[in-house]
């Protein structure tokens, strides 16, 4: 162990164990992220300040959608890591796709699970699909933050050589070099940080520009990203892409991109719908 580094606090990633059957923190970080996102969209959608002329969802169908995100998130996740980063390795052994406990998840691919989860529910319900899109950006710093915090107890996708840092961790699997544990990193920048800016953006602008709120969770998850990958370990199968960058910040960059256009249709009006919906109750 060298003397500048903290050694990994070896957590049990089994939270609960009846015989046989297991209950992982990783899982559980799931479940939390969406049991408190949901528990928060629903006193979104209560707030009729937040809405203008924007029809707004009723408390049942906050309670309906959250099974459809719910799907969005671990069914995208886990298609997104077995394309993006792990293909090869999956097509040898296909049954692996499913032994989603054992983590992999990719949070490109659960974003784009869950926007086409949340678009299909809006126009089944007769929602504004980007207004629905914006409740759930203000909540997912939730999950991400969540999220990270059940990688670190995994011991995974830690971060680079930090052999001077105060604070590196010694990981398990990450040999004997102290690292930056870049999965708090994450925590914080894609998870605390971006709450807290979320929750400013959203009681300044309301869901009244459909997309707007969205755009932003966007464009500031995809540069919190980008940053935090300076101090992340590239997956190994992966290593470093052209130029240097990795796969997360590859993916981050179009991301980003989207999110821009989007701000700037919602800012000029063009995402409101052509004739105004009546309010639905609460």
């Given at each position: 162990?060298p ?10 990633p ?11 923190w ?6 939390a ?7 928060y ?12 002329d ?6 049942a ?7 459809w995100?719910?799907?969005g998130?671990v ?5 997104g ?14 049954a ?18 869950t ?19 914006d409740?759930a ?7 991400l ?23 590196a961790?010694v990981?398990?699997m ?7 544990p870049?999965?708090?990193y ?11 800016l ?8 309301g ?8 755009g ?41 991109a ?5 701000i ?11 004739h105004?919906?009546?309010e639905?109750?609460?």
């Amino acid at each position: 162990m060298p003397l500048l580094a903290i050694p990994f606090p070896h957590i049990d990633p089994v939270a609960i164990a009846v015989g046989p059957f297991a209950i992982r923190w990783y899982a559980l970080s799931y479940v939390a992220g969406i049991v408190l996102g949901w528990w928060y969209s629903r006193r979104l959608a209560a707030d009729a300040a937040l809405w203008g002329d924007i029809r707004r969802p009723t408390r049942a169908d906050m309670d309906d959608q959250i099974v459809w995100i719910a799907l969005g998130i671990v069914l995208g996740g886990r298609l997104g890591y077995v394309l993006f980063y792990n293909l090869a390795s999956y097509l040898e052994r296909p049954a692996e796709i499913f032994t989603v406990w054992r983590g992999g998840m990719s949070f490109h691919g659960g974003f784009l699970g869950t926007i086409l989860a949340i678009v299909l529910f809006a126009r089944a319900r007769g929602l504004n699909p980007l207004a629905m899109l914006d409740v759930a950006a203000v909540v997912a710093p939730i999950g991400l933050f969540t999220g990270r915090i059940a990688n670190f107890v995994n011991g995974e996708l830690w971060g680079r050589p930090a052999p001077d840092l105060p604070w590196a961790v010694v990981f398990p699997m990450g040999g004997d070099i102290p690292r930056h544990p870049s999965q708090l990193y994450e925590a914080f920048a894609e998870g605390l940080l971006l709450l807290a800016l979320m929750a400013v953006v959203v009681r300044r602008f309301g869901f009244r520009r459909p997309g707007l709120v969205g755009g932003i969770f966007v464009v500031g998850y995809a540069l919190a990203r980008i940053a935090c990958e300076f101090f992340r370990e590239p997956d190994a199968q992966l290593g470093f892409l052209l130029g240097g960058i990795t796969m997360g910040q590859l993916l981050s960059v179009p991301m980003a991109a989207a999110g821009l256009a989007v701000i700037v249709a919602a800012a000029r009006g063009w995402t409101r719908p052509r004739h105004r919906g009546a309010e639905a109750p609460a």
